[in-house]
């Protein structure tokens, strides 16, 4: 499990390796503010606990606004792991089903690999559709898709601990991690 870094302003930034968490420490460009005692490192004369949560202790400037690239990962993660056709989650698709990428208006169309014109769908319902607009093969989308928020998808798609997840929560709200574990 990583280590979650922190700004100076307590705005989580990503997830470190433990070992570059312990380096940033020990140069004195990070603070720790949670550790996991469960875990230790040991040196000849030394053993400090595993950081699972630090804080730089000057502040980095992270641009905010860049878009994100539609990938699976994140695609599914914005839709909440479902279909966004017949609603199934991907826990409920059995044998060789599996969640697929749908472009609203077919590529072979036209259609472009944008937010707005992608959605998870299930593989029975992305063959049922085949290349025909949602309109044309009578099947309604659930919700209309949009680009999502990218701090939501990061989180969404990592995997934190209670602790970190509280430091997440308290910087960017209960929506940042509403979209994890689909």
Known sequence: MGCLALNASFEPLTLVPPRRAIRLVLDGKA??????????FRSERHELPCPSVIRLVRF???????????????????????????????SELRGRQFLTRDHIL?????????WENVVTSCSPCNNRKASRTPEEAGMPLRTEPTEPNYVH??????????????????????????????
């Not at 603070?31 to 230790?40: F, G, Q, T």
């Not at 934190?160 to 509403?178: D, H, P, S």
């Open 31 to 40: 603070e720790v503010l949670e550790v996991d005692r469960e875990r230790v």
């Open 60 to 90: 980095v400037h992270v641009p905010r606004r860049f878009r994100r690239q539609v990938t699976n990962t994140f695609l599914f993660a914005r839709d909440g792991y479902a279909c966004q056709y017949c609603g199934r989650h991907r």
């Open 106 to 114: 077919p590529v072979s169309r036209g259609g472009e690999n944008q």
């Open 153 to 182: 998808l990061v989180w969404a798609v990592r995997r934190v601990t209670r602790t970190q997840a509280k430091y997440i929560r308290m910087f960017y709200g209960e929506e940042a991690l509403r979209l994890v574990k689909g």
